[in-house]
């Protein structure tokens, strides 16, 4: 079983930047990958970046060059730094995470967080 929860959310104007955090519960964090997703008002949950047990990553094509995901096994937390954000990166943060291997789609995860509002201003 594992517990999330995401901090870092907030109001930032476009160009700005913010970093989520996401703290796991658990004592076996570094065998999960660990993905970010967003959901828009009136829109599906979209993939945003994920991070393996190798810290291999990946990417949505809207982020790509402008997040970077990272996670620190020591401390149980995964973060998502995100820059030159734009008012359509305006959405509510999932963290996520999973043993398995789908891990672009939100299906392929088992534990989800409670999710951060991040509004962008334009």
């Known amino acids: 079983q594992v517990q999330l929860v995401e901090s870092g959310g907030g109001l930032v104007q476009a160009g700005g930047s913010l970093r989520l955090s996401c703290a796991a519960s658990g004592r076996t964090f570094s065998n999960y990958v660990m993905g970010w997703f967003r959901q828009a008002p009136g829109k599906e949950r979209e993939f945003v970046a994920a991070?393996?047990?190798?810290?291999?990553?990946s990417y949505a094509d809207s982020v790509k060059g402008r997040f970077a995901i990272s996670r620190d096994n020591a401390k149980n937390t995964v973060y998502l730094q995100m820059n030159s954000l734009k008012p359509e990166d305006t959405a509510v943060y999932y963290c996520?995470?999973?043993?398995?291997?789908?891990?672009?789609?939100?299906?392929?995860?088992?534990?989800w967080g409670q999710g951060t509002q991040v509004t962008v201003s334009s």
């Open positions: 996520a995470a999973t043993l398995g291997r789908t891990t672009g789609t939100a299906g392929g995860y088992n534990y």
């Open positions: 991070i393996r047990w190798n810290y291999g990553t």
